[in-house]
């Protein structure tokens, strides 16, 4: 794990169809699906609102200031790959800019996630390429160092194997493993299937309190109401 | 103060015509009309461009990761407040969304305010309910512990007694004392009168320098010009 | 350098026709031609998404919470300028808002750069004059303490002359100084002509691999593909 | 609460017996005496490792980079008091050094607590004057602008009131109100007699899950113990 | 991976001599040994100078303001392990003090590294006991809410799998996964065997330059000497 | 300014006499001496309690994750000079370790302030070799891009020189242009002869309010004294 040096070339994707059901969904929910793990974190920001990715992750391990190893994940892209960049290193530098973005698209990525800067983020916008990032910069990078291509990495936080599934929108990014994606997508259905039934009783003026059952538990805990 | 496990049924809230008028100011006016105090530090954000919130704190003490007690402020709302969330740590978890909105919204308020993370933002702003929080978080919370409802809260750095009034906008938020929101409203009115005429003299290409009569308190200062 | 109580009246201004030639790219680019230097740290952002600005410094060293010598800039103004403001400690108070950008766009200010916080945005964006902060924040300053005018000055991590060129776009902000404006403008051209011809290589699937002349050095460097 | 301009002259002091009494406890035993209220936020260290401080508060609000309404609080201290000072705004600058210890510990004061930075950090270690403060700076500050002594003052997210009882070690600073200082004294001795025990069962060996009696509970709320 | 609830009773532990073997480096040897990879971010500080520990990782996953599973942990432990405790949320709580310190002792830990806040570090430190954490806090928790305890964890950036080494000191924490310890003993021990003479060299005058040859590459670099 | 790949060998060093006579001053008096300015950032804190230097400036301008132009500086150095490393990005790395200290104190260094990171701080602390860092990190950097030596920098937002001195004590870091220099460490002794004075009084009792005289300008700027 995190090895220097290395590309991967046969990853195992997580299924297409489990893929664009789990794209149907929001972050939040996913999230709370899988049980309340599998987020970056908050530090990483849509570089515009609206922005909405959902793909298998093509990851890639970059060194501080250096961005070689994006040009090097480009040939393992597939048609439907959300790039996933971690750093050795906290570093805000410009890793990622509308060149490096019109590759990626003509490759079939999604977007890109990177826990570092990005740059031409009006490019970016304009071509509606979503990257979420921990920083947006104009400061170059160099091609120098390797770092690797479809290693395990951990990217602001949160664990990502290559092929797990990455779903990113305002909210911010979950990763869902591979092999529970398909358990996830239920979950998620379940989940928001239930939604739209709370969501009217609370517009109707329900109190969560009464629909939760949370008024006895409350006492329990010893919830005292004074005037 | 402080006291955990408490909810404060009956609050006293400033004079609803004193708040219609405050929310015919910005923040900054009402923050200069107050003396220069009473701000939230910022890193509180709205979570959409426009967000612009007045009404009457109903004040709610967190714990770090659990969000009980939103569900127990809501029953306490009454048209026209502005929930104003502390908590007991620096904490970024997804306390509020979409669902939590939609009950806040039909028992009366008019917005939020949290020292912690909200999620489904987007819907948020499609509902047009306005947030200003430390972050954007999809993370889940718990509901298993104790904080309090309407007791005095620090919320960003400010104090906030239930039933004060909670201006909010682009600018950030700022706190006004019940009694002594009248007075403030009045000093606000006279500031932006005052304005206009300033705005007009500066547009015309009179110094500030002038309009202020600086050019003396800076030479006793000691301003040097020099070539 | 930093010495405090002067106002330099008279300043060497990078070229009028060159400040018109930069303002044409990007600030990434820009950057780039200089060599990869002259940027300000990634904390300064845009108060609105697409603004740009590009002109000759007027620089301000301010004091924490004292926005004096803004007032005294703006005499110093002349068509065409960037206003430039560093201050002795990290601040994030409210220097800045509407009334004076009415004066400096009165005196021919193009836009404000500067290190602590502005307030007012929503009238600055509606009047679309573009500034480039470390924070938005109400909070109000004094007029106490002197600073200086038209001193050199570090903004952002950036050493700043009066009279260089500055550009900021939603990237963040590079100064270029006066005697290299021409020389950079040049090799910005050079770099923009270049990047057409690479974009639509990138877009019609070509690696960077391949267009960089990449594989030969990856290998070298001891870059291993495994399945 | 947060007005600027005023000195209070008289205020009332907590019992100096219970003041003596809350001494010889900790930071983190008070604070869970006083039901896990009352903490500074971490940000708020002592400049030297094993300083110790517990008096009754003296409150000053300060602005940015201004110092004098130390000044003003030094003529306001007794024997027995430590320094409370908040500021208006985030700031780092070096309010205090070992000109001003001197002048606080001539009238009585037991130590500072500063929501900004210090300097001359090793004269005060060698005088044994013990500072709370959110940095190290030797950042000059001017007398130019006035704040306020012994007014309500939120310090590093903490209320506190002229008077109350401040305590504070290596782990932070808590504030006891004046009113239940003499309640949390007892509290802190009846928790701290019950650690002894404890502390000899956990010696020995005892599980804090059998002696806190945790295993029911965790079970119930679904702890799951696999091979 | 990051399941709640779950506590793992049987881990594979690196083998005790290997464990011993690394313990006799330093924390900057072992990363390099490993390849420059492995390391906590720099945010995880010793609570006193000179702190050392490495040991097997018995693994927590915590939620914000709740230590329930470090009491589940202690269970766990045996005679050489070191606690490393995640949280799911950034949250800088005082998650750990005395008490536990001393049931984590008697239990056999050699330490703990939590990426969360820790109190009574005074005592700590006078029981040696060594801690590396991102906080010191005196804020208590509760206990209410399942986390995990010896499942894979992120902690400060690192992966850690129940049973690798963990290896603390004044620089930082590294995890060496079990499996490639041994390997990495041998490389640190080839790496320090180098130092010596190495520091010989220089010590005596010898350019890094020189000793590295480093000139010829600087030189094809374009490095270029200038009067 | 900042063009990278550069190494200047010629340097104008300030005068010895100078530097010997700044050394005797603490950074707070010599930041006051030279009218408040010249301070880095409060973030560059000493690895050791008690770390003091003073000297005159090799700069180094780094890339991030990269520590190859402190070889490059190494050679430049000569006796009682202060390395003061500048980075284009913000980077915690460990640039520097015990092997570069052995180097650079063979050649004359007096110490090192780097906005970045370092590491072997037990042994720097040992060899009594002083730094100021931003970080310190274990983690290990590559030699592969060129910055520069010995042009001026920015570093902690301050601007250095070569051959400016910089004093660091536990206070923080202050860097005096060769040019003031003298005329710095006459007004240095000037303040200091006055504080031995001051220092008495305010230790017999005298409060800074009639020392300094505010009363009057206090009341001027319309402090009130209420009961």
Redesign the interface.
């Known amino acids: 794990?995190?090895?220097?040096?290395?590309?991967?070339?046969?990853i195992r994707r997580a299924d297409r169809a489990v893929v664009d059901r789990l794209a149907g969904f929001?972050?939040?929910t996913v999230?709370?699906a899988m049980?309340?793990?599998?987020?970056m974190?908050?530090v990483m920001?849509p570089i515009?609102?609206?922005a909405k990715a959902c793909g298998t992750a093509v990851t890639v391990l970059l060194?501080?200031?250096?961005n070689?190893m994006l040009?090097?994940a480009?040939?393992q892209l597939q048609s439907g790959d959300v790039v996933v960049a971690a750093c050795?290193?906290?570093?805000?530098?410009?890793f990622f800019?509308?060149?490096?973005a019109?590759?990626f698209?003509?490759?079939g990525a999604m977007g890109l996630v990177i826990d570092g800067?990005v740059?031409?983020?009006?490019d970016l916008?304009e071509m509606k390429f979503p990257v979420w990032s921990r920083?947006?910069?104009?400061?170059?990078t160099?091609?120098?160092?390797?770092g690797s291509v479809n290693v395990?990495v951990?990217c602001a936080?949160?664990?990502v194997h290559p092929g797990d599934v990455v779903l990113a929108?305002?909210?911010?990014v979950?990763v869902v493993?591979a092999d529970i994606a398909a358990k996830t997508a239920d979950a998620a259905a379940a989940r928001e299937a239930n939604?739209a039934d709370?969501?009217a009783k609370?517009?109707?003026?329900?109190?969560?309190?009464d629909m939760?059952k949370?008024r006895e538990?409350?006492e329990k805990?010893?919830?005292?109401?004074?005037?």
Chains 1, 2, 3, 4, 5, 6 share one sequence.
Do not use: C, F
Not at 142 to 146: I, M, S, W
């Open positions: 794990m995190y090895e220097l040096g290395i590309v991967k070339r046969h929001g972050v939040a999230h709370e049980g309340r793990v599998g987020l974190q908050p920001r515009y609102p609206g060194q501080p200031g250096d070689w040009h090097v480009a040939e050795t290193a906290e570093n805000t530098d410009g800019g509308d060149l490096l019109t590759s698209r003509a490759r800067g740059r031409d983020v009006r916008a920083a947006i910069s104009a400061k170059g160099v091609k120098a160092t390797l395990p951990v936080g949160a664990l929108d305002d909210d911010g979950v493993p939604e709370k969501r609370l517009a109707a003026g329900m109190l969560g309190l939760y949370m538990p409350l805990a010893g919830l005292r109401y004074v005037d």
